[in-house]
């Protein structure tokens, strides 16, 4: 059974820093490339971040670049999105996802979601 579990959210003032983790079981990630996407309340899933993979492909949205960085551990079978300089629009629940192969900045081309961690961020 393929699950992926999201943690590391929680409650950040403006301008703090979290560290999100998403361990895979029943799917080698050695053989996936990943994203984080996050959902804010009443607005549509976007893309976060992803990597390929090598780690050798990474992809950030734009309002990410220079905040968020996104690596990846295949031995340990973990991705983790690391979050600075965070601010109340960054507001969200965070999903990390699966492909095979390769990566993509669009949700509907990941095969394997996980149940998403809560970021809140107060001003």
């Known amino acids: 059974q393929v699950q992926l579990v999201e943690s590391g959210g929680g409650l950040v003032q403006a301008g703090g820093s979290l560290r999100l983790s998403c361990a895979a079981s029943?799917?080698?990630?050695?053989?996936?490339?990943m994203g984080w996407f996050r959902q804010a309340p009443g607005k549509e899933r976007e893309f976060v971040a992803a990597i390929s993979v090598s780690g050798g492909t990474i992809y950030y949205a734009d309002s990410m670049k220079g905040r968020f960085t996104i690596s990846r551990d295949n031995a340990k079978n973990m991705v983790y999105l690391q979050m600075n300089s965070l601010n109340p629009e960054d507001t969200a629940v965070y999903y990390c996802?699966?492909?095979?192969?390769?990566?993509?900045?669009?949700?509907?081309?990941?095969?394997?979601w996980g149940q998403g961690t809560q970021v809140t961020v107060s001003s």
């Open positions: 029943g799917l080698p990630l050695r053989g996936y490339g």
């Open positions: 996802a699966a492909r095979p192969l390769s990566i993509a900045t669009s949700s509907p081309y990941y095969n394997y």
